[in-house]
C-alpha cells in the first residue's frame, strides 16, 4: 500500500466509458480505448490491504488482490502481472467479463449508512460505499501485459506422453487445456462449433468483449501445443468410446445451453426465439459471416422475456441493430440501490438494481416507452402472445405480479411485439439422445452432469468441469474449474500433482 490513506483521498473511479451515441453505432467494447492507465495507479492505492481480504476469498480463482494492487500502486506492471496470471489464466476475460464479486467483499464496500464506524473515521462516511474498482486493476494489468509483450506462450520443458482430450472449449475447457498442456500432457480440445471459444465466441456480445482478446490467447495455447479439432461434435462425430480409447483422459466442459422455454398460449407463433438463437447470429455478423442476421431487430418491437444478464445483452444488440422499441420483462420486483443488510449482509453479492452498459443506452435513447427504469418492466409476468393472420407474433399480453407472483388485479396490459427474445436461463448440458453424455452412461444432478468433488465422474478417466456440472454460471467460475479439474487430471494421469485446485466441484459462491 504506497498511501495508506489512498481510500480516505481519492474517490472510486471506474472506467469511462464512450458516449452512448457513438458506441451504439458499433459493435467495439464500451469503454473509453486507454481510459484506465491514467487513473487505475490511484485507484489500486485505494486498497488500505484491510488483513482480513474478503475479495480475495469471494473471488472463485483466489486472485491475490491485495498484492497486485500494491504492485500497480508503485508502478510493477511485470510483477503484478506474474502475480494475477499465477492464479488466472485469462484476466483479460474476467477484467471485461466479471461482475466481480470480490467488490461486493471489499471492506471499502461496507455501506457506511448501515454501520457504525469508529470515532475519527465519520470523514470517511461517502454517500455510497466505494469499494476499490478491483476489476478495473485486473483488466489494466492484463491489457497492458499484453501490450507489454509479456504473454508468450510458455510450452512444457519435457512431455510425460499421456493425453487428454478436451470436449468444448469455453472458459473452463481452455483453462484445462492450459493447465494440463502445461503439465506436459498432449491435449486436443474438441469443439462442434467452427471455431473455438464457447460462449466467449458465440453469446456474449462484442460490445462486452471484443474476439481479438480471444483470438491473441488461442494463439498462445497453439503456441504451447494445445490443438484443436473444431466443427467436430464428440457423440457424433467422433464417438465417446473412440475418445475413451484414444486418449488417457478426457474432460467435458461442453456448457450448459440447454434453454428454459416459455409454455404460454401463442407461443407457437413466428418471431418468437431464444436468446441463444438470436445471440450468435448476431455474432455472425460481427465475423464477417453474414451481412444480416437472419433474426435482425431493425425497425422491429422488440420484448425480451427475462430479467438477467442474457437479457441485457439481446437488449443492447437489438438497440445496436436499431429495433423500433426494446422492453425488457423481469418478473422480480425492482430491487433496491443500496445492500439490503438483513437479506445479503456484506461480504456477500448482493442484488441491488444496476445499470449495465445496455441498460444505460436504452434508457439515454428512450427505446422502452413503458419502462419502470432504464428498458426494463418489473415484476411483469407473461400472460400469453397474439399475432396477425400470417401467424406472426404482433402482442405481448403481460399482468403485474406481487413477490408471491400472484397476478395484480387490473393490471393487465399487451406490449406490441414483432420480435420476441426469451432469456429464461438454462437447465444445463444438452442432452441429445444417443449423444455424448448418453454414450458416457453419466449421470445427472439438478444443474448438470454428476461428478464428485474432485471432478470426476463415475467412468474412470472422464471428468467435467464448468457449466456442464455447474449449471450456467459465470466465467470466473469456469476457469476456476477448468484449473482444479486439470490438476485432478494430473494427479489421475501421475499420481501426483503441483497444478493449483482454487475450488472444488460443490463449492458455492459465499453466502448466508
Ligand atoms: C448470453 C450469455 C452472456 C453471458 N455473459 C456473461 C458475462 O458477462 N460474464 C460472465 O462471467 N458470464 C457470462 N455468461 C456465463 C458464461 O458465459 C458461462 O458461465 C461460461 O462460458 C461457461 O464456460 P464453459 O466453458 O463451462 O462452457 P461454454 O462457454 O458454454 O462452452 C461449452 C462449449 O462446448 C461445446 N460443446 C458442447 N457439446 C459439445 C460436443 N458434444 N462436442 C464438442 N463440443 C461441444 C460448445 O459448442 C461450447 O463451445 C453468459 C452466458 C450467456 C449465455
Ligand atoms: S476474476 Fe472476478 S472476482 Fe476475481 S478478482 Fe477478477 S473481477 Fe474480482
Not at 474517490?11 to 459493435?27: C, F, G, I, M, T
Not at 451481412?291 to 422488440?302: N, Q
Not at 443492447?316 to 443488510?341: K, N
Request: glycine share 10%.
Amino acid at each position: 500500500m504506497a498511501d495508506p490513506k489512498g481510500f480516505l483521498t481519492t474517490p472510486r473511479q471506474e472506467a469511462p466509458r464512450r458516449p452512448v451515441e457513438e458506441r451504439v453505432r458499433d459493435w467495439d467494447e464500451v469503454y473509453v480505448p486507454g481510459g484506465l492507465l491514467p487513473i487505475i495507479s490511484g485507484q489500486a492505492d485505494r486498497c488500505m490491504d484491510c488483513g482480513v481480504p474478503f475479495c480475495h476469498d469471494a473471488c472463485p480463482l483466489g486472485n491475490l488482490i491485495p498484492e497486485w494492487n500494491d504492485l500497480v500502486a508503485r508502478g510493477d506492471w511485470r510483477a503484478a502481472s506474474e502475480r494475477l496470471h499465477a492464479t488466472n489464466n485469462f484476466p483479460e476475460f474476467t477484467g471485461r467479463l466479471c461482475p466481480a464479486p470480490c467488490e461486493a467483499g471489499c471492506v471499502l464496500a461496507i455501506d457506511p449508512a448501515n454501520r457504525a464506524l469508529p470515532p475519527g473515521l465519520e470523514t470517511a462516511r461517502a454517500a455510497d460505499p466505494a469499494p476499490v474498482t478491483i476489476k478495473n486493476v485486473e483488466l489494466a494489468i492484463a491489457d497492458r501485459a499484453w501490450q507489454d509483450g509479456s504473454v508468450t506462450p510458455r510450452p512444457p520443458e519435457r512431455l510425460t506422453g499421456r493425453t487428454v482430450a478436451v470436449v468444448g472449449s469455453g472458459p473452463a475447457g481452455l483453462a484445462a487445456a492450459q493447465q494440463l498442456t502445461r503439465a506436459g500432457h498432449t491435449v486436443a480440445v474438441y469443439e462442434r462449433d467452427d471455431r473455438p471459444g464457447g460462449l466467449l465466441r458465440y453469446g456474449i456480445p462484442a460490445f462486452k468483449m471484443e474476439r481479438r482478446h480471444l483470438d491473441r490467447r488461442l494463439e498462445q495455447l497453439t503456441g504451447e501445443g494445445v490443438r484443436f479439432r473444431t466443427s467436430t461434435e464428440v457423440g457424433q462425430d467422433v464417438s465417446a468410446a473412440d475418445l475413451r480409447a484414444r486418449y488417457d483422459a478426457v474432460v467435458l466442459a461442453i456448457g450448459a445451453t440447454a434453454w428454459r422455454d416459455l409454455d404460454v398460449p401463442g407461443r407457437e407463433l413466428a418471431g418468437i426465439h431464444q436468446a441463444m438463437e438470436y445471440l450468435p447470429l448476431a455474432d455472425r455478423v460481427c465475423q464477417g459471416d453474414l451481412a444480416v442476421s437472419p433474426l435482425d431487430a431493425s425497425g422491429k418491437h422488440v420484448v425480451i422475456v427475462g430479467g438477467g444478464d442474457t437479457g441485457a445483452d439481446c437488449l443492447g444488440t437489438a438497440v445496436r441493430q436499431r429495433a423500433a422499441s426494446v422492453t425488457q420483462l423481469d418478473i422480480y420486483a425492482m430491487p433496491d440501490e443500496r445492500r439490503r443488510e438483513e437479506v445479503d449482509p456484506w461480504p456477500t453479492y448482493p442484488k441491488v438494481y444496476r445499470l449495465s452498459a445496455a441498460h444505460e443506452e436504452a434508457g439515454a435513447l428512450g427505446t422502452a416507452p413503458a419502462a419502470d427504469a432504464d428498458a426494463r418492466l418489473f415484476a411483469a409476468s407473461t400472460l400469453r402472445f397474439t399475432g396477425d393472420a400470417e401467424g406472426h407474433v404482433r402482442q405481448l399480453h403481460l399482468v403485474e405480479v406481487d413477490d408471491a407472483r400472484r397476478p395484480r388485479p387490473g393490471t393487465e396490459r399487451a406490449l406490441p411485439a414483432d420480435l420476441v427474445l426469451i432469456a429464461l436461463g438454462f437447465h444445463g448440458p444438452e442432452r441429445t439422445p444417443g449423444g455424448l453424455v448418453e454414450q458416457l452412461g453419466l449421470g445427472a444432478t439438478a444443474r448438470g452432469i454428476a461428478r464428485d468433488a474432485a471432478f470426476g465422474t463415475d467412468v474412470p478417466g472422464v471428468f467435467v468441469a464448468g457449466d456442464a456440472g455447474r449449471g450456467q454460471s459465470l466465467v470466473v467460475w469456469a476457469i476456476a474449474e477448468g484449473r482444479s479439474a486439470a490438476a485432478s487430471v494430473d494427479r489421475w494421469l501421475t499420481g501426483s500433482t503441483r497444478l493449483p485446485a482454487p475450488v472444488r466441484a460443490h463449492d458455492r459462491p459465499m453466502s448466508v
